[in-house]
Structure formats: structure tokens, C-alpha cells
């Protein structure tokens, strides 16, 4: 079986991503608890539905870059 | 069923009144429950050591549930006992064996020692024993509900009108300590205006008793017959739209509902699926469903106010406003967004999206732990009020003081019941009949 290697640079992009999608959720949450007018301390106990929401954000994003990967290569080849 | 060790309880009407804060707020306990007015913690006190002298009439299941309430009241003796049927007159004399035996109920009533009755017999039978026992001069406390049809309930209610006797029907509810506070709930606008009441009483079992000969069948399954029985309405729902009508303060002006034999065909006669709905004059309406096939609902009495709900039968009430509130603010959030995604389904248009129930916070009625009756029992419930109201009875028949609307209050629950039947039986709406008001009810 053939070793797959990830790149430290692919591997930092990576995290980054889920890092912004982990402060998008966060901020997510944060609006929730201004709207709704619930306690502040749902910030933290929240946290569960936060990283539910962040890996939901992170697959839509891998999901856009795929469309855009096939596209970008697809031009690719008619030139 | 039924537990031949005496129970263990307070019969204390003094302690009760007292627990149901009386000292702290008699005029809006009475307000509520003015029957509870001969029995102050005052008039407790009259009667002293004095003993009410009482005999049964009727020893079967029910009957002997009460003798052991009875037993443990102090200012009561049961003096004498009689029923037609051996095996329980047997069973009751076990239980009071200073008490003399009878087979003819108006033999008994000769007997110038006895001061009460406590009638326990099959419901056809209640409107001529009370009217016997009453025309005797003796106090009657009879089981629930008044009497097999509208004419013997007027009959009965006119008696009671010319008589100087305590009468007493066994609406135990009336004296049942987390019904009597959460009416005082209801009416001191705690769920805002009623704007609707749900009973219903699910069972799962046939209501048969056991027979030694095939011969007793209707003696003992009367229940299944509608030459003694008014079915599910006279047997369970009587002590229901008694509570409805307690709670409204007024009484429905019309009924409409259906009733079929669904499940049980065994040859019985009443309905073992009643559906109804009695309307009152400002539009509000009682919703009752009984079945005896399937006991997933249970028993329960909801008064809906707009802006709380009061389950009576739990002990446990919640505000319109509270509901969902535990619900954090990405839940709500999450929550919106589904009802918007629903919403625009194409195939059912904009308004259509599930609304399952929401979730309210409950509070209890009663502070501590507190009975509740799951509706099973064929016989009657643990702490239903039962005990207080034989205790009541007890202590009028000693004071010779009537015990104000409990006559009243039955014979409108035993009235709703019949018209009910009659509904379902005409199939058609019918309104409450002019000839069978009386001055108590309100209906506006």
C-alpha cells in the first residue's frame, strides 16, 4: 500500500481552515445568544453544537473546493 | 386491588383544612370549596368524642375499600352491614365482626341506632336506596354517580331539598388536596382565562369481575349493562366533568359525541369508546375521551388557560410562556432554520411544518410528595380524597350540618353524563333540558 504524504504547508492550510471555521462557529454562537437573549456562559457550554457546526462549515468548504478544483482542471484540459 | 390490611391514614379533618392552608387563607379557600365550610377546624372541634354510627349498604369491592376508611376514622363505628350476596357480607363481617348482619337493606333502615349509610351498591340501585334511607331519617353517603336517569336524579335532589338529612355523593375530587389548591389556582387567575378543558380516562381491561356461577353474571359485571349502568360516562367520566364544571364555575349548555363498542364484544351492552364535547355558552369546550383498550394517555383532567395549563389528575401545572425556554440560543437558532426550511415544502404549501409539542417546565401544586392516581384501579385510589370525604360524612352525621353543593355538584356531573349518553345514543347535539335545571347551575 502506498504511503500517503501530507505536506507540513498542506497540513497548516488545513488547520487554518478549521480554525476559521471554529471562530465562524464560535461567532455563530455568540449572535445566537444575543438574539435569543440566553445566558453568556451558553459560550462555553455550547461547545458541542460549536464543533458540530464547525466540521458542518468545514465539509461545505472542502465541498466548494472540489467544485472548484474539477472546474479549474476541466479548463485545464480544453486548453 | 383491594388491600385487606386497615390503611394507614390521616384522617384528621382538622390537619387536613389546616394543610390546605385554611389559617393562612380561609376566605379564598372557602371561596373555592364551600363544602369544606362545616368542617372548619372550629367545627372539628364540636364534635368532641361523640361517634357517628353508620351502616353499610353494599360490601363488595368498593363498598369494603370504604370500611377500611371508616375503621380508621375515630369519631365513626360501623354498627351494621348489609348485601345480598353472601361470599361479601362474609368478607365484611371478617372486618367488622361486632357489626350486625343484613340481606334487606330496609331492614336495616328500621334499626333506630344506625345515624348514616354508606350505599355501595350497583348504580341503579342508588336513587331508591337513598330515597329509602332518606324517607328512614337516616344521613346518606352514596358512591358516585347520583342515579341510573335524569328523572331519578331529580327525584333524588328534590328529596334532598325537603329533607333536614345530610346527603353526600362520592365525589371524591371535592376533597382531594391538590384539586382543591389547584383550583384555587385556577380561580385566582394564576393560567390566566380558560379557554379549554381535556379529560380522558384510558384503561386497558374488559372492567370484568371474576364470577363463581355464570348465573351471577349481571349481579356482578352490572357495570357492562345498561339496565344498571350508564357505562364509561356514569363510571369514570362523572368525576371529571364535575371537576370541568368546578373549575369553569359554570355549567356546559350542550353536548355532542359518539360511542362505540370497539374492542370488548363480549355481549356487554355500554360503550368501551366514548368521544364528547360539551360546550359551554361563551364557546369554551370540554373535551372527554374515555377507552378502556389501550391505557397509554392515562387519566388526566387539563384545565387550559391562556396563559398556563393546570393538570389536575399529575398535580402539575406550566406556563404558556415558559414553554421551550430551556432551550439554548444555537438550539433556537437551529430550530428556526428547520421551521424555515419546512415551511417552503412546495407540496403542502408555506403554513405547512411539523408542530410537535413543546416542552413546558412543570410545577407541582402541592409542596412534598403527593399522591397520583394512574386511573387503573377499579376499586379507588390511595390519598383521592376518599378518606376525607367518608371523614366528612363521619362528622356531619354527627353535627347533622349539610355539606353545602356537594349534592348539587353531583347531580350536575350525573346530569352531564346522561345527556352525553343521550347524545350518543340520538346522535345528535343535545342541549341541557330546561325541566332538569335547578338553581345552582350557572350556565353563563
New interface residues.
Partial sequence: MKDLVISSKRLKKEILIIAICFIVASI??I????????PWY?IF??IG??LV?TLVIYFMVILIRAIVLLIKKMFVRKS | MLNKKPKQVDTSLRQFIKDLGYISGGAALLATTPWLQSFTPDKAKEIKSEKARIGFIGTGSRGQYSIHAVLAIPHAEIIALCDNYAPNLQTASELCPKAKTYTDYRKMLESSDIDGVIISTPLYLHAPMTLDALAAGKHVYCEKAMALTMDQCKSVYDAYQNTDKVLYFCMQRMFDEKYIKGMQMIHSGLIGDIVGERCHWFRNNDWRRPLPSPALERQINWRLYREYSGGLMTELASHQLEVCCWAMQKVPESVIGVGDIVNWKDGREVYDSVNLVYRYNNGVKINYESLISNKFNGMEDQILGNKGTMNLATGIYCFEEEANVKKSGIEQLINQIGNKIYASVPAAGPSWRPETKEKFTPYNILEGEFQVNDGLSMVGALKDGSDEILSSFCQACITGEKGKNIVEEAYLATMLCHLGNQSISEQKKITFPEEYKIPYMKFS
Fill in positions: 455563530i454562537n449572535i445566537s445568544v444575543i438574539i435569543y437573549k440566553t451558553e457550554t455550547q453544537y460549536v457546526i
